[in-house]
C-alpha cells in the first residue's frame, strides 16, 4: 500500500482566508491540489478566481460540497468561515469520515499550533489552527516556556481593520477566549490573556504581537533569548514575514522590588517582552494582511506535515 502523491482538499469559506489559502496551495507544487472552493455568496471574489483557475466551485455550502462528483476523493478539507458556521459544517461533514483543519477559533478539535505540538495531533480527524494571534504568539510562550514557570502570559494583537472580513469581526470573542486557552493548553504558561486591536489607521499597518510573559524566580535571560530566536526561525521556515522588531527585553523584580498584580497578588521573578511584525506574502491582500498570511501558512504546513506522515504510515504498512 502506497499513499497518494497528491492529496485533493476542499475548501470552504470563499471570503479573505479560504481565498489567500486557495492560492497559496495553487501557487505551489507541493502534494496539495485543491478539488474545492466553497461558498454561499455566488457574487464572491474568491469563487469566481476560483472558476479562472479550474476550481470546480459550489455557492451551496456544504451541501453543495456534498453533493458533488468529487467529494469522494477529497481527503482533507479546510474551514474558513466562522466559528458558528464551523460548527455546523462538523456536524454535517463528520459522519462522511473526512479530516477537516478549522481556520475558525470554534476550537471543536485540539488546538494545533505546528512548530510546538503538530507531532502530538497528526491523526485527529478535526484540528484548530487556533488564532491568527494565537499562531505568531504561542510559539514564543512556548519558547520561553523552556526555561522556566510562566506563570502568566498576555499577548496583544494589532492589525488593520482593512485586513479583517466579516468572519474576522464576527469571531472577535471566540478570538480572545481561544487564544488565551491556547497561550496555557499549549504555550504551558499557568493564566493567559489575549486582547485583539484592529487598526483604521491609512495606509494599513502590518500585524504587530506583543508577548508579555511572567517567568517565576530567576530565570537565565540569554537562554530565553536563545529560545525565543530558535523558534522565530522555526516559524519563518513556513510564514517568511515573521520576525522580531526589536531585542527581547527583560525586567527583573526582586522580593524588596516586586511587581504588584491586582488579582494575584506580589510577583517575584522576570518579564520578559517580545515584539513581533507580520508582514504579509501578498498573494492574495497586500502586505499588511499578515494575520491572514499566517493563518493560512500555518494551515498548509499543517496540511502537507499530515500528508507527509499519513506517506510514512503507509510505507512501515507491511
Request: contains cysteine; charged residues 15%; hydrophobic residues 45%.
Amino acid at each position: 500500500m502506497t499513499a497518494p502523491c497528491t492529496w485533493p482538499v476542499a475548501i470552504i469559506g470563499s471570503g479573505n482566508i479560504g481565498t489567500d489559502l486557495m492560492i497559496k496551495i495553487l501557487r505551489d507544487e507541493g502534494p496539495l491540489t485543491v478539488a474545492a472552493m466553497v461558498g454561499i455568496d455566488p457574487n464572491s471574489d474568491g469563487l469566481a478566481r476560483a472558476t479562472r483557475m479550474g476550481v470546480a466551485t459550489t455557492a451551496r455550502g456544504v451541501d453543495g460540497l456534498l453533493a458533488m462528483p468529487n467529494f469522494g476523493d477529497i481527503n482533507l478539507v479546510f474551514d474558513a468561515t466562522s466559528a458558528a458556521a464551523h460548527r455546523a459544517n462538523w456536524a454535517r461533514l463528520a459522519p462522511t469520515g473526512v479530516r477537516m483543519l478549522d481556520l475558525t477559533p470554534a476550537a471543536i478539535g485540539p488546538y494545533c499550533v505546528p512548530v510546538v505540538n503538530l507531532e502530538d495531533h497528526l491523526d485527529a480527524p478535526n484540528l484548530n489552527m487556533v488564532t491568527c494571534g494565537g499562531q505568531a504568539t504561542v510559539p514564543v510562550v512556548a519558547a520561553v516556556a523552556q526555561s522556566g514557570i510562566v506563570s502568566y502570559a498576555e499577548i496583544v494583537s494589532s492589525i488593520s481593520s482593512k485586513s479583517a472580513g466579516p468572519g474576522t469581526r464576527a469571531n472577535i470573542d471566540e478570538f480572545t477566549e481561544t487564544t488565551a486557552t491556547a497561550l496555557q493548553s499549549v504555550g504551558g504558561a499557568q493564566r493567559g490573556k489575549a486582547v485583539m486591536i484592529l487598526n483604521p489607521a491609512d495606509p494599513p499597518v502590518l500585524m504587530r504581537n506583543t508577548v508579555y510573559c511572567l517567568v517565576d524566580g530567576e530565570p537565565d535571560h540569554r537562554q530565553i533569548e536563545a529560545d525565543v530566536l530558535a523558534m522565530v526561525e522555526r516559524v519563518r521556515g513556513y510564514v517568511p514575514g515573521y520576525r522580531l522588531k526589536q531585542r527581547v527585553q527583560f525586567e527583573a523584580f526582586s522580593a524588596q522590588n516586586p511587581l504588584y498584580i491586582p488579582e494575584t497578588g506580589k510577583f517575584v521573578g522576570t518579564r520578559v517582552s517580545v515584539l513581533l511584525e507580520v508582514t504579509g506574502a501578498a498573494h492574495y491582500l497586500p502586505a499588511y494582511a499578515g494575520n491572514l498570511d499566517i493563518m493560512t501558512s500555518a494551515a498548509k504546513a499543517t496540511a502537507e506535515r499530515i500528508v507527509a506522515h499519513e506517506a510514512e504510515t503507509a510505507g512501515a504498512t507491511p
